[in-house]
């Protein structure tokens, strides 16, 4: 078993990591840091415990992190994911067991982490990445005791030409999903994450799950009405009352997900289901291109240079000609075979995943 620390910000795409690192056979799930992000922290941290209770893992311990940015306001999601940062569901159970206060987040990731053996904990980060960046501040010297670091974040566009490859509603160009030029996890914080990724050591220990990735991997009507395990038979009432409530959970929940990003990016094929990529990388490297020990060859072994833009204030909407604020951006650079960098896989096998 692969020992995990997920850090998140529950939210919809996030439970999906929850479930996944808390109940995959090959995952050893250590413990959840929680930060603010699609919501408050309060909201992140009760949706985190909520989660565990509906697939009673409420034995995995949950610490609350940081409230807001290194150096910012804190910014949230309500519009994709509404305002508890979990809408759209009446299945999520109340949580029984408390959110470990005794120690604060980090300090928790440097105690869990250190009690594994040297090279073996995975740090899975889906969200924001003020609490790692807390940790390697404090302790710059667990760098060299994970096996990596499993982040969700990023838009590089097109990987060898750097070049826009999402469109907004109006048609014109953009990268991000929160700025023309940023993803939300990246630009909320570019501070936290410029103190990842300038550090060599820890970018070559990084794994990178960008939007272009995320995007090949939908929550189409099939898979959503696929987690009822019902087959096609979901619009009868009698068997939807069949239905388990843990499935009704995931389903509502990805149904929610599926309307806001209809709403606001007009994405009718389905949501992309982000955050259990970074979890998945890891434990099932070779749905990826890797093999079973997560080693990459050809297209799937690039690394990657990855600057982050923090200059410049947090800006608005539009596309990329009419913004002039790349605050958050990500820029990648494909360095020559043999040189350290971030991993940034590119591929996926859709189908043998969900
Ligand atoms: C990321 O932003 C959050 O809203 C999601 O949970 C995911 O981690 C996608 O850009
Ligand atoms: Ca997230």
């Known amino acids: 078993q692969v020992p995990i620390w997920l850090d998140c910000d529950t939210g ?17 799930l250590l413990g959840i840091s929680t930060v603010y992000g699609n919501a408050p922290l309060e909201r992140t941290t009760e949706n985190t415990r909520a989660i565990l209770k509906a697939i009673g893992r409420e034995d995995v311990p949950v610490f ?4 807001r940015p290194l150096s910012r306001e804190a910014a949230h999601a309500p519009d994709i994911h509404g305002e508890t940062g979990l809408d759209g569901t009446t299945f999520l159970p109340e949580p029984t067991v408390p959110a470990r206060t005794d120690m604060s987040a980090v300090d928790a990731m440097i105690q869990f982490i250190s009690s594994q053996p040297r ?3 995975w740090i899975v980060a889906v969200a924001c990445l003020t609490n790692i960046a807390m940790l390697f501040a404090k302790r710059g010297d667990l760098v060299n005791h994970i096996a990596g670091l499993s982040i969700m974040g990023g838009a590089i566009g097109d990987r060898f030409t750097n070049a826009p490859m999402g469109k907004t509603k109006g048609g014109g160009e953009r990268f991000g999903n929160w700025t023309p030029w940023a993803e939300f996890n990246i630009y909320i914080d570019p501070e936290a994450a410029d103190i990842i990724f300038s550090n060599p050591a820890l970018a070559a220990k990084t794994t990178l799950i960008t939007l272009d990735l995320t995007h090949q991997f939908l929550a189409t009507p099939e898979i959503q009405y696929g987690f009822l395990g019902i087959g096609q038979s979901w619009n009868s009432e009698p068997t939807m009352r069949s239905v388990t409530p843990l499935r009704r959970l995931f389903f509502e929940i990805l ?11 007009g994405l009718v094929a389905g949501p992309p289901n982000h955050d259990p990529l970074a979890v998945a990388i890891v434990l099932v490297p070779q749905f990826f291109g890797c093999n079973a ?12 240079h990855v600057k982050i833009i923090t200059d410049g204030a947090h800006s608005s ?4 000609t009419s913004d ?9 650079t494909l360095l020559p075979p043999g040189y350290e960098g971030v991993r940034i896989p590119r591929g996926l096998n859709t189908k043998e995943l969900w």
Do not use: M
Not at 12 to 25: E, K
């Open 293 to 304: 020990l997560g080693e990459c060859s050809g297209d799937q072994g690039e690394r990657f």
């Open 64 to 67: 609350p992190g940081a409230q």
């Open 324 to 332: 002039p604020s790349q605050c958050g951006r990500t820029v990648a």
């Open 255 to 265: 149904t929610f997900f599926a309307k806001t990003y209809a709403e606001q990016f």
């Open 119 to 121: 090279g073996c904990v």
């Open 12 to 28: 919809h795409d996030d439970a999906f990591a929850v479930l996944l690192s808390a109940q995959h056979p090959a995952a050893k």
């Open 317 to 320: 909407s539009g596309d990329i």
